[in-house]
């Protein structure tokens, strides 16, 4: 299993990014995908998941109505957009999957900052 994120980077607030995770080693389009995130000094707490067709979303109360998760079963990505951005955003951003075991990918930061 391989998880790779991308498109994280330093954005002013209010600003918006889409961070992509990339999925291979299993079959993407049967399982839950989760994003979570870590600031620094905090532990690491879950954003958004979404069910292995798309029909089903969830979301931290923190980031409802700013965040925003999708995923492609033909391209095995699944996305957060993240949009109205805030200060307390800015930790790196995983990607997630519970496949017998759980995995993770290595990360993207995301920065937050005027």
């Known amino acids: 299993v391989q998880l790779v994120e991308s498109g994280g980077g330093l954005v002013q607030p209010g600003g918006s990014l889409r961070l992509s995770c990339e999925a291979s080693?299993?079959?993407?389009?049967?399982?839950?995908m989760n994003w979570y995130r870590q600031a620094p000094g905090k532990e690491r707490e879950f954003v958004a998941r979404?069910?292995?067709?798309?029909?089903?979303?969830s979301y931290a109360d923190s980031v409802k109505g700013r965040f925003t998760i999708s995923r492609d079963n033909a391209k095995n990505q699944v996305y957060l957009q993240i949009d109205s951005l805030k200060p307390e955003d800015t930790a790196v951003y995983y990607c997630?999957?519970?496949?017998?075991?759980?995995?993770w990918g290595q990360g993207t930061q995301v920065t937050v900052s005027s």
């Open positions: 080693g299993f079959t993407f389009s049967r399982y839950y």
């Open positions: 997630n999957v519970r496949y017998g075991l759980e995995y």
């Open positions: 979404i069910s292995n067709l798309g029909g089903t979303r």
